[in-house]
């Protein structure tokens, strides 16, 4: 097929990969011009001076950037994918935004006859590069049928959750168990450590019953060494927060925790860790 894919970041940037790797005609869109020459140099392809010029002739446009303001400026704006797509085609948001910009979103796509799905996804850094990614989708099954191929390119889960919006609100889901197990896995190190026992042992123990976790299992022994500079930034986990407990407060869930834990990583950012992976969530805590 031909396609396009709308911002090169971490995340992106291996996943248009995959696509070209999987014999996609693929045409890359960067803000930063750079970073889509040098995936072209990598992938081969074309890069677009803009989002509408990439999507020009596309069947399928996939976005991934930062927040809502910047879905609406790459799908929406003056020089937005969707005044450039034909009817019939599909816009694949992989950001994670709030369920209210992908609904937005899709009924501005519909007056073009343009299918939309908002499908964030888990995984991070890793998952991307290793084209195994969780997608938790939003949208009509019909749309659905004729992105999941695609997607499936750098996915090892696809998961079609209900209307426009689900994928978001799933992606919600996920990171409020993620904040919840990072925080007891940080408390349950520390504690280890105050009563003298040996975190490898301990680990190596209770990661076979009902504690076990992909956190338990990736995380524990950087934890321990108290190393952060790489994974899902805090920054990026707390936007995620944010956008939960937003849409909380509309639908009336209680995240007690979850407030509580984004209060914890506030602090995180506050110590200088704006870019470390969520799971120094840990380095708020001192061994007494």
């Given at each position: 097929m031909r396609v396009a894919f709308v911002g090169l970041g971490v995340m992106g940037y291996p996943m248009a990969g995959f696509l070209a790797k999987a014999g996609h005609e693929t045409v890359?869109?960067?803000?930063?011009?750079?970073?889509a020459e040098q995936w072209v140099a990598e992938f081969g392809g074309t890069s677009a001076p803009t989002p509408a010029a990439a999507a020009a002739?596309?069947?399928v446009v996939f976005v991934c950037v930062g927040?809502?303001?910047d879905v609406r400026d790459v799908i929406l704006g003056d020089q937005g994918v969707l005044g450039n797509m034909a009817a019939g085609g599909v816009i694949v948001d992989h950001t994670t935004a709030s369920a209210t910009i992908a609904r937005e979103i899709?009924?501005?796509a519909?007056?073009?006859s343009v299918g939309f799905l908002d499908a964030p996804v888990s995984g991070g850094q890793a998952g991307a590069e290793n084209g195994q990614l969780t997608v938790m989708v939003g949208g009509e099954a019909e749309v659905f049928a004729k992105a999941e191929p695609v997607i499936d390119c750098y996915a090892k889960a696809i998961t079609l959750i209900g209307p426009v919006g689900s994928g978001q609100l799933a992606k919600m889901v996920n990171?409020?168990?993620?904040?919840?197990?990072?925080?007891?896995?940080?408390?349950?190190?520390?504690f280890a450590q105050c009563a003298g026992l040996d975190p490898a042992v301990v680990i190596e123990s209770i990661s076979k019953g009902a504690a076990q976790s992909w956190q338990m299992e990736n995380r524990w022994e950087t934890m321990v060494a108290g190393e952060f500079e790489f994974g899902f930034a805090v920054d990026w986990m707390r936007k995620d927060l944010g956008i939960?407990?937003?849409?909380?407060q509309h639908n009336g869930a209680q995240l007690e925790l979850t407030?509580?834990?984004?209060?914890?990583y506030a602090e995180v950012q506050a110590m200088g860790g704006k870019r470390w992976d969520t799971s120094s969530l840990i380095a708020r805590l001192k061994k007494v």
């Open positions: 890359v869109y960067n803000r930063t011009f750079a970073r002739d596309a069947e927040n809502d303001d899709h009924a501005a519909a007056e073009c990171q409020i168990c993620i904040a919840g197990v990072v925080q007891g896995l940080s408390e349950g190190l520390h939960t407990l937003d849409e909380a407030k509580l834990v984004d209060g914890y």
